[in-house]
């Protein structure tokens, strides 16, 4: 019996076979690329935060144009549509290349010059031998700066006590009454209390440390000593904070921002809790005010703004997308929090990082020219329009293109597309009125002290120190963007204070402290 011919393969099955563990195994390639680009992205974060990083200013490679950064990209040339937000005339852009031109060596600028408001001790230095009858021909003269460490001194009021007589017959006794204070059965002074609160919250010195320096100079005081006087004072300042509260708010435009603190959880012994500080700065009077909140819930942002309008500049946080739906505030968005995803996105991608970083360096460059040149609000809401906008529309454009390409869509440069396109629009508001920054970091400049200070004292004690200590630092980083000494200011308020009330105590605000008025 002949036995039967095997069957032929069946080709297309195998085939289709194939093709299923192809893809099944592009799948689970394509993940296991998407789970190493998080990976590396996660690691330079995370080496950003160890070691820190000096600038974010992107400088091309040298010998490298605008066209060869672009690669394969393929960006070709458009015409500007009209934009949305202005009635300005459309207007085309031709990028032309980039080139590095080296930079200039900066002159030695000599010696520093030391102030004149310093005390000069003169050491007057003969030479050797009679010079008696000699015609003197001039002098040299050498400065050296020196040191003597601060003194802690005693204020002793000696009051003399008379025996007055009385017309009704006996006597009283007469005595001066002490002069008014602030603390009034305070041992501290005004001078101290005010150097141990800059020290702390201006020069990131924690408590006990002062209180070392101070015990090597013979004095010891008890930390529970000094902790009663920091909430005293500050408890005191609470009238001032609210008046600067209403100062800063009263503003058509602000810029805001949030950073964490850890406070001690009251419940749990040992443990910290997560809070935030939510940072407000007044661009056009240059105020800063903290408010400390224990969550990072829109409530903090809701509270504060419930009475503003106008301007509200902040990051791409979603608290903050409430304000874009309530009237009167119009809401705008930071470049440097975009810019600085691409930042982030360097090592990831470098092609196209560096083809959008050169195009944030254009936006940049086109501000500080209108920083370094008087201009009028018309000319530079002009330029902005005629040259910000065509980058930005470029930008745009690009990424719309480009995103849809990517391949890992939680790679760093994806997320920095996808940051960048959802807020164009409010991008771009800044180039419509110019008072309005192309950023926020102005706010950022106020928040970093505190970022300092964390790796000092690590923490607050309470919610209720946490917030005193949002009071002090509106008020110390206001005195630094108004360039006062913030020790003179701070003690010249706790000897004042007393003297003021609810009505005119915005006298002693910093921004008004240079023309205290007479009470």
Known sequence: MQA???????????????????????????????????LSAEIARLRKLIFGVKVERFVPAAGVTAAELQLSLQLQAETVAHCK??????????????????????AHPG???????????????????????????????????????????????????????????????????????????????????AQLIVDKYLDHLPIHRQLQRYERMGVKIAQSTSNDWFR????????????????????????????????????????????????????????????YRPGRGREGPNDILKDFQGYLQTDGYSAYEAFNRRPGITLLHCMAHARRKFHEALPNDPPRAEYALGLFQQLYAIE??????????????????????????????????????????????????GYFLPRFEKLCIYTTDARLNIDNNLVEN??????????????????????????????????????????????DVLENMHRYTTENIEGLLPQNWKKLPEV
Not at 10 to 29: G, M, R, W
Not at 85 to 106: C, D, G, I, Q
Not at 279 to 287: D, F, G, I, Q, W
Request: charged letters at 25%; aromatic letters at 8%.
């Open 232 to 291: 005293m004072v500050l408890n005191h300042l609470a009238a001032l904070y609210e008046a600067h509260k209403r100062s800063t708010l009263a503003t058509s435009y602000i810029g805001a921002d949030e950073t964490p603190i850890k406070v001690l959880d009251e419940d749990k012994k040992g443990t910290t809790h997560q809070g935030y500080y939510w940072v407000y700065h007044n661009t056009e009077h240059k105020l800063v005010l903290f408010d």
């Open 446 to 491: 106020a928040i970093r002290p505190v970022a300092v200070g964390r790796k000092n004292y690590l923490f607050a004690g309470s919610h209720e120190a946490a917030q005193r200590a949002a009071m002090i630092y509106s008020l110390l980083a206001t005195c630094k963007l108004h360039g006062i000494n913030p020790y003179y200011w701070l003690r």
């Open 368 to 417: 500080r020219r209108i920083k370094e040149q008087e201009r009028t609000a018309e000319d530079i809401v002009q330029l902005r329009q005629q040259e910000a906008l065509p980058v930005l529309q470029t930008l745009n454009n690009w990424m719309r293109e480009e995103y849809p390409r990517l391949i890992v869509k939680k790679s760093a440069i994806a997320q920095a597309m």
């Open 85 to 106: 937000l202005t009635s300005a005339t459309t207007v085309s852009y031709v990028r032309t290349n980039m080139e590095l031109v080296p930079a200039k060596p900066k």
């Open 111 to 193: 010696r520093m010059k030391l102030p004149d408001h310093l005390r000069r001790e003169v050491i007057l230095l003969q030479p050797e031998g009679d010079v008696s009858g000699l015609r003197r021909m001039g002098e040299d003269v050498t400065e050296i700066l020196d040191y003597i460490p601060a003194e802690l001194y005693v204020k002793q009021y000696i009051r003399p006590k008379y025996a007055a007589p009385l017309s009704e017959g006996g006597s009283t006794v007469l005595m001066a009454a002490l002069p008014g204070r602030m603390l009034e059965k305070c041992m501290a002074g005004e001078g101290l209390l």
């Open 4 to 38: 039967a011919a095997p069957s032929s393969p069946d080709y297309k099955q195998l085939y289709e076979q194939q093709v299923a563990v192809i893809e099944q195994l592009s799948q689970q390639l394509a993940a296991h690329d998407d789970k190493v680009a998080s």
